[in-house]
Structure formats: C-alpha cells, structure tokens
C-alpha cells in the first residue's frame, strides 16, 4: 500500500526549466532506489535518472549536463531539477521507487507515480 504523487509539470519554452517532485506515501518501512522515466506516444518508457539510497546517480545519456536528480529521505521524496528544456524533452514523466513495505510480512515493491506532463514549445 503505497501511493507516489507526481506534481510540478506544464508548459515552459524551449531553454526554461521546471522542477519536478514525487513524493512516496503509505505503510512504508525503507525505500530504495528511486527514479524519473519518460514516454512520448509510440515510443517505449525510457529511464532518465535514478538515485539510490545511499546517494548514488545515474544519468541517460541524453539529460547529463541539463537534468539533475536528488532526494529527501526524510520526504520519502525525489526530485527532478531539469534546466535547459528542449522540445525533444516534452513527455510525460513518470516517478518510480522501490519499497520495503509493513504488512503481516515485510515485502518488497516497486511502484509508479501517475505521471505529469512536461510540454517545452514556443
């Protein structure tokens, strides 16, 4: 039982900059690796950045430089500061955490935020 709440899409213009959260929320013992994915009508999700537990980063290719990932383990949040917008960016961004979750056993998850839209255009 956890629920991950996207916010802090919209329109910006190509070169903007928007600042992405996604908070984790339930019967939560630990979480792990968090991350932001991306999909655009007929193309596959595809990962952005993912940040463990510890602190850990990993980048595609096409975001190092412009985007930069962190997280609020007092939060149970992540975050996706994006700078320098291109229209090639427009997506719908998808948050994702794996969890350690309370129940009559503890049991591992992974879950997936709602998505928000990123639009960068003129």
């Known amino acids: 039982q956890v629920q991950l709440v996207e916010s802090g899409g919209g329109l910006v213009q190509p070169g903007g900059s928007l600042r992405l959260s996604c908070a984790a929320s339930g019967d939560i013992f630990s979480i792990s690796t968090m991350g932001w994915y991306r999909q655009t009508p007929g193309k596959e999700r595809e990962l952005v950045a993912t940040?463990?537990?510890?602190?850990?980063?990993n980048y595609a290719e096409f975001v190092k430089g412009r985007f930069t990932i962190s997280r609020d383990n007092a939060k149970n949040t992540v975050y996706l500061q994006m700078n320098t917008l291109k229209p090639e960016d427009t997506a719908v961004y998808y948050c994702?955490?794996?969890?350690?979750?309370?129940?009559?056993?503890?049991?591992?998850?992974?879950?997936w935020g709602q998505g928000t839209l990123v639009t960068v255009s003129s």
């Open positions: 994702k955490t794996g969890a350690t979750i309370r129940g009559n056993r503890y049991r591992y998850i992974e879950v």
């Open positions: 940040i463990t537990d510890s602190g850990r980063r």
